[in-house]
């Protein structure tokens, strides 16, 4: 199964794939996006990974707190999206 999870606090140069590698260090990626702002393009701060469940543990242990370009890494379990009426 895959498990999506949340990254916060990435920094505003980065980009997927950057992050992509980043995180391809501490187990398999299967994918990556981060989260951009409509108008301008420009990244909004956060993003979303998906990795294999059983190894999305393991992944937000080893890099939640981390360092990346200076900014340290908020990561966990993505939260289900609400529905919007």
């Known amino acids: ?6 990254v916060g606090n990435i920094p505003w140069s980065v980009s997927e ?6 995180f391809s260090e ?11 702002e409509r108008g301008t393009g420009r990244s ?4 979303f990974i998906e990795v294999n469940d059983d190894e999305a543990q393991q992944i ?5 707190g981390m360092e990346m370009e200076g900014r340290r890494l908020v990561v966990s379990e993505a939260k289900p999206r609400e529905q919007q009426p």
């Open 1 to 6: 199964m895959v498990k999506t999870l949340y």
């Open 17 to 22: 794939d950057e992050m992509m590698r980043f």
């Open 26 to 36: 501490h187990g398999q990626v299967i994918s990556c996006r981060i989260i951009t």
């Open 44 to 47: 909004r701060g956060y993003g």
């Open 60 to 64: 937000m242990e080893k890099t939640n």
